[in-house]
């Protein structure tokens, strides 16, 4: 169902149901309606004003873009709700990324009009001589209250350009890609079917837009007719508060999330009363975060699902660590060696998969990565197996590590230590080996753990090549903006000595 045409059909039938809010603002059905025509008006403005705008990239189809780059989720959401019924594409940038990435995809994608930001980001966008214009939101904001309305929106053309967005921004150059209307819908069809954004349902996503978690329950929420509650940031007590006077249903948020509330839950379930689903994105959900919620919360079920944002969604877990999925059967997945051959079932390779709402391809100006074949099939590089006719997740390439001949997942690595009671979060790197190729090193967060007891642990619960062959530990494992551990960087702190033996 396209976007625009649900909200203008639930502001038409139910006006004052809630669309978008935070913990303080709320915009409903009607309101969105009436703001998107006096937002449009303005950002449509700024683009004409613009004496020699910048070029957007080839892949929009010549349709300016536009970017939202601030700290609120609620505006942000809103912004971007209001621009979808017309000729726009929209972008997120986090204003938490590195300075050179927000510089170099707004060039490279050739965004014209940048709403938020700061003053170090306008000075360096002037000084690369870019065209387009940067407007702080308080100042937009402004001119919105006091604009004329435009023009009301419309469903759009499918194969028209929508979005706008970015794989990565933290540890590389962010790669871009568009999703059209049609991709879009088709995704939204595949969530419909299976993570139960339904028709007034009232979803908590907490965390900033510009991850690809929360725009997804931002729109999947308004295409469906529902109430989607943001927060800037996640505060379980906020959450709490919010879930119980607000009669939320659903959460949309990461593993952590879902762990924070369980505790919570231990010492106030009352506040937890309307909750009936909570569902979480990535692979990797430790099973302790879901027996611990199905202990406090019994009424609640938790589905893990398992997507790309260039793809959209693939399949999801509903029970043990959500790395044996289940492949919805609107897409297509198999598993491919490093030719591009089928292998046969339980053997690990690359997870290629072909579904409706998968972006034609990246940007070229922001890499030369292929993302889709002429055949439709696409691959961000993930690797897993085939086990039972289930798709078993092991990581991405990087994840993979080749240690006397034996492939290992570090992935599964880590997650033999998710129960050991006290322990931090760890990580598994592999380390160069003259002998063996490389050997697999476990890094432990915090205060760490004798060496004896860790070995023993891992000896217990892992096949012999799958047992780290050394110890670490780090006061604080380097992280993404997002709070994901960065291996790499992980690996690399082993290498130069920074990580204490243990």
Known sequence: MPI??????????????????????????????????????????????????????????????????????????????????????????????????????I???????????????????????????????????????????GPAPEVRDPD??????????????????????????????VSSAHLEPLPGVATLAPGPVSYSLTLYAVIESLATGGSVHVADAFDVGD???RIHSERITRVVAVPAVAQ????????????FASLELVVTGGANLPAAIRDGLAEVLPQVRLISYYGAAEIGFIGDSRGGDGTLIDVYPEVQAQIRDASGRPVADGEP???????????????????????RTADGWATVHDQGRIVDGRLQ????AGDVAITGGHKVALPEVERA??????????????????????????????PGRPRAELRAWARDRLAPQFVPRRWYRLDALPRTVGGKVRRGETAQLVARGRAEPL
Not at 428 to 445: K, N, Q
Request: one cysteine or more.
């Open 160 to 189: 028209e350009a929508f979005l706008l967005l970015f794989s990565s921004g933290t540890t590389s150059d962010p790669k871009a890609f568009v999703k059209t209307r049609g991709q879009y819908r088709a995704n939204v069809a």
């Open 393 to 396: 997740l092991i990581g991405r």
């Open 260 to 271: 924070a509330l369980t505790e919570a839950a231990r010492r106030d379930p009352g506040r």
């Open 417 to 446: 230590f998710a129960d050991l009671p006290g322990l931090g979060a760890v990580c598994a790197v592999a380390l160069p080996d003259a002998a063996r190729g490389s050997i697999v090193a476990l890094v432990v967060e915090g």
């Open 239 to 241: 959450a709490a508060r």
């Open 4 to 105: 625009t045409g649900r909200i203008l059909e639930v502001a038409a039938r139910h006006p004052d149901r809630t669309a978008v809010a935070d913990a303080g603002t709320r915009v409903t059905y009607a309101q969105l309606v009436a703001d998107s025509r006096r937002i449009a008006a303005v950002v449509g403005a700024l683009h004409r004003a613009q004496p020699d705008p910048p070029r957007p990239a080839r892949e929009t189809g010549g349709i300016p873009i536009t970017a939202v780059s601030c700290d609120s989720a609620f505006h942000t959401a809103r912004i971007m709700a209001a621009l979808a019924g017309y000729r726009a594409v929209s972008a997120t940038i986090d204003p938490r990324w590195p300075l050179a990435h927000r510089v170099g995809v």
């Open 349 to 371: 390779g690359s997870v290629w998969i072909r579904a409706d709402a998968c972006s034609n391809g990246y940007v070229s100006a922001t890499t030369d990565a292929v993302l």
């Open 107 to 149: 060039r490279a994608t050739g965004i014209g009009v940048v709403i938020g930001g700061d003053a170090a980001l306008a000075e360096a966008l002037d000084a690369t001589g870019w065209t387009g214009t940067l407007i702080p939101l308080d100042d937009l904001l402004r001119r919105v209250d006091a604009a004329a309305p």
